[in-house]
């Protein structure tokens, strides 16, 4: 026990600790997690590969890379440089390698859908660097950036580019209309000036673009039915304005993108083998 305690107590005087460790890759914003995750795990469910096996550590290290990184380049006082410096090697270095192996073992130039979505997350970063992440050309851009990855999981996987795009636009149909309609709804609760007619647009425009996917036999029915349900929840929140905690809102979003993941996950191959 002496031992242990230590040890704890090297890394607490060392300034490190398994909890900081951990705190400071973490983002705080789970709104996040939904919209960055769910377009990878329905890329693996829809399209499984070892290119898109390799795609998906890259983004996730990505993901986890934000926090550690904005801190190591804040140039602040900041005890936690040295562990940010350390978690940004790591986390770049795991990024780098899922990149490159993605790359050798797709196929050749299927890798293309990977050049807007690195825009799309320049802008995001650039955007997050200078404290302005919550704004909303930020938040479309990093929904934008993550979106774009189960296009590129089919390619990779072989996929056409059109069937490629098809993933990435029932993906992009649930994110964009879901932050503008969330930060709507927070500015509407807090009283600040808001219009809903964009994120009524974005919303429909998701309905007439899965639809046209759909007719297109690009996408099953399942995807149509669901972007129509969305339309429906951002209308009801925009419109009706129903009073419900932000938490309570946070973990009813989760629930429908895991839904909509598993349920596209599993009825996309299938709708892609006829």
């Known amino acids: 026990m002496e031992a242990i305690d230590g040890k704890e107590s090297t890394l607490k005087a060392d300034g490190i600790s398994w909890r900081g460790a951990i705190q400071l890759v973490v983002p705080k914003d789970h709104g ?3 919209l960055a995750l ?3 795990a329905f890329g693996l469910l829809v399209a499984p590969s070892a290119a898109g096996a390799a ?3 890259a983004a996730v290290s990505g993901f986890f890379l934000r926090l550690p990184l904005k801190v190591l380049l804040s140039g602040k006082g900041d005890s936690r440089q040295a562990l940010a410096a350390l978690e940004s090697a790591l986390l770049f270095a795991a990024g780098q390698t899922g990149l490159l192996v993605a790359v050798l073992l797709g196929v050749p130039g299927g890798w293309w859908p990977l ?3 690195a825009m799309a997350g320049a802008v995001f970063a650039w955007c997050d660097n200078r404290n302005k992440s919550r704004e909303s050309h930020a938040e479309l851009a990093g929904s934008m950036a993550f979106g774009l990855l189960p296009a590129a999981m089919g390619s990779l996987a072989g996929w056409g580019a059109g069937a490629s795009l098809a993933l990435a636009g029932a993906m992009l149909a649930r994110s964009i209309p879901t932050v503008m309609t969330l930060r709507t709804s927070i ?3 807090k009283g600040r000036p808001h219009a809903i007619g964009p994120a009524l ?3 429909g425009a998701g309905v007439v673009a899965v639809s046209c996917l759909n007719f297109l036999h690009l996408a099953p029915l399942i995807a149509m039915i669901f972007a129509f349900l969305l339309a429906t929840r951002s209308a009801w929140l925009l419109l009706w304005r129903p009073q419900i905690p932000a ?3 946070g973990i009813l979003e989760a629930a429908a993108g895991i839904v909509m993941v598993l349920a596209l996950g599993f009825s996309w191959p299938v ?3 006829n």
């Open 187 to 189: 500015r509407i609760r």
């Open 55 to 57: 795609l998906a550590v």
């Open 115 to 117: 050049i807007p979505a």
């Open 247 to 249: 938490r309570s809102m």
């Open 201 to 203: 647009l974005a919303s």
């Open 38 to 40: 769910e377009p990878v």
């Open 32 to 34: 996040s997690w939904s």
């Open 271 to 273: 709708h892609y083998a």
